[in-house]
């Protein structure tokens, strides 16, 4: 049995999310499986290393699956690419090791949010960043960054379906720099739950607007309060960007 990785992008606008629920082929996932079952023609499940929800994109998603037929990965990425639709493309396949399990082997995760920090809108990336009219207190937001930091019961930035058997997540590096014009924050952990990454920036928007202060975040964390956290970023800003093996 071959066990095949795949490196993949998307625009995560028009979807559902990544993971298939059901029938639903409105999915990244559901649109991939579909396009490996019309290659080989037999139905197949893949197993995606994070579940992006609705509207978030991807620039390095990576996925596995395993099926008995041989073909060279050149092959592969060709076949596949021709049936995606072109907001979904496979960028790289690698034929790996049996044992290799895209969500399990996963040992950090990278997502980017992007910005847009001015009184007029960006008609070109209004689809793939967060509008924000009113100024945002950079710097407030850079000290804030710092306290997200380090390993936290993260149930106050959970969503209510979250059934995971903990909520605690170590954050590893939170950063917020200025890249042509946009507000760029690059969160990277060990795993994040669900929602958790747009609530983070949510309340670091509101921290930017002046609504909470900085120093409040501990005490928001300790309190393991969902209401406590605010506003939920905008799905169209944020990027899975890294995955580490």
Not at 3 to 13: A, F
Not at 113 to 118: G, L, Q
Not at 134 to 142: A, G, R, S, W
Request: charged share 25%; net charge neutral; proline share 2%.
């Amino acid at each position: 049995m071959n066990n095949y990785k795949l490196t993949i992008q998307y625009d995560g606008g028009r979807y559902k999310g990544w993971q298939r629920l059901g029938d639903n082929e409105n999915t990244v996932q559901g649109k991939i499986e579909k396009a490996i079952s019309e290659m080989i023609g037999r139905p197949i499940e893949i197993i995606g290393s994070s579940r992006t929800d609705a509207g978030v994109h991807a620039l390095a998603q990576v996925a596995n699956f395993k099926m008995s037929e041989n073909m060279t990965e050149s092959k592969m990425m060709s076949i596949l690419n021709s049936y995606l639709p072109q907001d979904i493309s496979i960028r790289e396949v690698i034929l790996v090791d049996d044992r290799f399990h895209a969500r399990y082997h996963a040992k950090d995760k990278t997502y980017l949010y992007k910005i847009w920090n001015e009184a007029y809108s960006h008609p070109f990336m209004r689809k793939y960043s967060m509008h924000v009219r009113k100024k945002l207190d950079i710097e407030k937001m850079k000290r804030a960054c710092q306290y997200f930091i380090g390993e936290h019961d993260f149930t106050a930035y959970s969503n209510a379906k979250s059934n995971k058997k903990t909520m605690v997540r170590e954050i590893y590096s939170l950063e917020l720099e200025e890249v042509a014009g946009f507000l760029e924050l690059r969160v990277s952990g060990n795993g994040f739950l669900y929602n958790m990454v747009r609530k983070m920036i949510g309340t670091l928007i509101e921290i930017g607007l002046g609504e909470i202060e900085a120093e409040e975040l501990p005490t928001i964390l300790l309190s393991k309060e969902r209401v406590q956290t605010g506003g939920m970023a905008d799905a169209s800003g944020l990027y899975l960007e890294k995955i580490n093996f």
